[in-house]
């Protein structure tokens, strides 16, 4: 039985090999097919690291409050008028607030930081001692700046990793004097090395500053938060509270609608189901069709290949081969053409999942892999099987007689 398949196997890949580009046309569905699964899960375990770890920098158990929502439906015009948010409801919330573990004012706006011959244009931040509790990074090295820092507004900075490393190098920054919009600051601390948020900037290259000094310095520029953290398993309850006291320090009324949004990472969760659903359901949809194309195109190939080799058929039943062993070989050839045409859909999909980890790390799931070669061999069995019977029916005295 061995014996037969390795023969079989030796006669298929013969075949398979004396006709290259035709074989290699007839395995393009299944190429594309494999490539595309195998691309799709490779896509979607680097979107779901990069968003995990996303989610954690921005802490699940953080509400974000600000004048706008991270995503909604209204138009621009219902929330234009909106009052900003301001440096006085900090001491507010905390006042009032009994699930309040931490409240920061986080300010934003653009830059350019220079280090003697050095520039470079980023993000920088001022908020207060509490904002090392509303995000997941530790300091690296040094420290963060103190209330007293903050109140008297130094002109003291925590820069992230990639400014250190564009800046610094291998040196050590702590001490070190940075120009932020030509204002000399003092590094004080370097951030954690963090990497890239979803995979599209890095949340590395950034500036903190006291509030004080950036309040002092910057007032009339940027945008202005809140980040508050909760207890993790108290989070409805401090949204319902937080919500009750913004609108209280707002001065809303019972019936009027809120004039404040509170973010959470929910509202991206929701955001990237829907688009792996997409991702999910794109890849899907093109393996499948992919898939039915190849097979139809091995079918097409089979009863060729079977046309073509008639009086090989009637010489091969002649000196004893059996209806099951003309079957058996006719399979074998459309299940070689698959196998191949499947490992070379994921060899394609290894180099082009290269590529993919360079946005972020993903790796090309190895049970995705297998479960493309078995769809591929199932796909070979499914369009060989009825020009094999066919074949395995032939007469072998008309098959002689085929010219």
Same mark, same amino acid.
């Given at each position: 039985?061995?014996?037969? /398949? !390795?023969?079989?196997?030796?006669?298929?890949?013969?075949?398979?090999?004396?006709?290259?580009?035709?074989?290699?046309?007839?395995?393009?569905?299944?190429?594309?097919?494999?490539?595309?699964?195998?691309?799709?899960?490779?896509?979607?375990?680097?979107?779901?690291?990069?968003?995990?770890?996303?989610?954690?920098?921005?802490?699940?158990?953080?509400?974000?409050?600000?004048?706008?929502?991270?995503?909604?439906?209204?138009?621009?015009?219902?929330?234009?008028?909106?009052?900003?948010?301001?440096?006085? *409801?900090?001491?507010?919330?905390?006042?009032?607030?009994?699930?309040?573990?931490?409240? =920061?004012? &986080?300010?934003?706006?653009?830059?350019?930081?220079?280090?003697?011959?050095?520039?470079?244009?980023?993000?920088?931040?001022?908020?207060?001692?509490?904002?090392?509790?509303?995000?997941?990074?530790?300091?690296?090295?040094?420290?963060?700046?103190?209330?007293?820092?903050?109140?008297?507004?130094?002109?003291?900075? #925590?820069?992230?990793?990639?400014?250190?490393?564009?800046?610094?190098?291998?040196?050590?920054?702590?001490?070190? *004097?940075?120009?932020?919009?030509?204002?000399?600051?003092? &590094?004080?601390? &370097?951030?954690?090395?963090?990497?890239?948020?979803?995979?599209?900037?890095?949340?590395?290259?950034? =500036?903190?500053?006291?509030?004080?000094?950036?309040?002092?310095?910057?007032?009339?520029?940027?945008?202005?938060?809140?980040?508050?953290?909760?207890?993790?398993?108290?989070?409805?309850?401090?949204?319902?509270?937080?919500?009750?006291?913004?609108?209280?320090?707002?001065?809303?009324?019972?019936?009027?609608?809120?004039?404040?949004?509170?973010?959470?990472?929910?509202?991206?969760?929701?955001?990237?189901?829907?688009?792996?659903?997409?991702?999910?359901?794109?890849?899907?949809?093109?393996?499948?069709?992919? !898939? #039915?194309?190849?097979?139809?195109?091995?079918?097409?190939?089979?009863?060729?290949?079977?046309?073509?080799?008639?009086?090989?058929?009637? &010489?091969?039943?002649?000196?004893?081969?059996?209806?099951?062993?003309?079957?058996?070989?006719?399979?074998?050839? =459309?299940?070689?053409?698959?196998?191949?045409?499947?490992?070379?859909?994921? !060899?394609? =999909?290894?180099?082009?999942?290269? /590529?993919?980890?360079?946005?972020?790390?993903?790796?090309?799931?190895?049970?995705?892999?297998?479960?493309?070669?078995? #769809?591929?061999?199932?796909?070979?069995?499914?369009?060989?099987?009825?020009?094999?019977?066919?074949?395995?029916?032939?007469?072998?005295?008309?098959?002689?007689? *085929?010219?």
């Amino acid at each position: 039985m061995i014996l037969l /398949f !390795l023969e079989n196997f030796k006669i298929s890949l013969s075949a398979v090999f004396a006709n290259k580009t035709r074989s290699i046309l007839t395995a393009l569905g299944i190429i594309i097919g494999v490539l595309s699964v195998t691309l799709m899960g490779t896509l979607i375990s680097g979107l779901d690291r990069s968003f995990e770890s996303s989610m954690s920098w921005l802490g699940k158990d953080i509400l974000y409050v600000s004048r706008y929502e991270w995503f909604s439906d209204m138009d621009w015009w219902e929330v234009r008028n909106r009052p900003q948010m301001v440096p006085e *409801y900090v001491d507010k919330i905390r006042e009032r607030s009994h699930y309040a573990m931490a409240v =920061a004012p &986080v300010m934003q706006r653009g830059a350019s930081l220079s280090y003697k011959d050095k520039e470079t244009r980023t993000e920088i931040f001022g908020t207060n001692e509490d904002y090392m509790e509303t995000i997941s990074t530790n300091i690296a090295s040094g420290r963060f700046f103190t209330n007293n820092e903050d109140r008297s507004g130094s002109r003291v900075t #925590v820069i992230g990793d990639g400014i250190k490393e564009a800046f610094f190098g291998d040196q050590d920054p702590i001490g070190q *004097y940075i120009k932020i919009d030509e204002m000399k600051f003092r &590094v004080i601390g &370097v951030l954690e090395k963090q990497g890239k948020f979803l995979g599209l900037f890095s949340v590395d290259k950034q =500036a903190i500053l006291p509030f004080g000094a950036y309040k002092r310095i910057f007032s009339r520029r940027g945008w202005m938060r809140l980040s508050v953290k909760v207890p993790p398993d108290k989070l409805q309850e401090g949204l319902d509270e937080i919500t009750s006291v913004m609108r209280h320090i707002r001065g809303l009324r019972p019936n009027e609608k809120n004039d404040f949004a509170i973010n959470q990472t929910k509202a991206f969760e929701k955001q990237y189901t829907a688009l792996k659903l997409a991702i999910g359901g794109t890849g899907i949809f093109i393996t499948l069709l992919s !898939l #039915v194309v190849g097979g139809i195109g091995i079918m097409n190939i089979m009863f060729v290949s079977v046309k073509e080799r008639t009086r090989e058929i009637g &010489v091969r039943k002649a000196i004893g081969a059996t209806s099951g062993m003309i079957m058996g070989q006719f399979l074998m050839e =459309a299940v070689t053409i698959c196998l191949i045409a499947g490992l070379i859909g994921i !060899l394609l =999909a290894y180099v082009f999942s290269f /590529f993919i980890n360079k946005i972020f790390p993903s790796t090309l799931p190895f049970g995705l892999s297998m479960v493309a070669m078995l #769809v591929s061999m199932i796909v070979g069995i499914i369009s060989g099987f009825i020009p094999s019977y066919r074949a395995a029916k032939l007469d072998p005295i008309d098959s002689l007689r *085929y010219e």
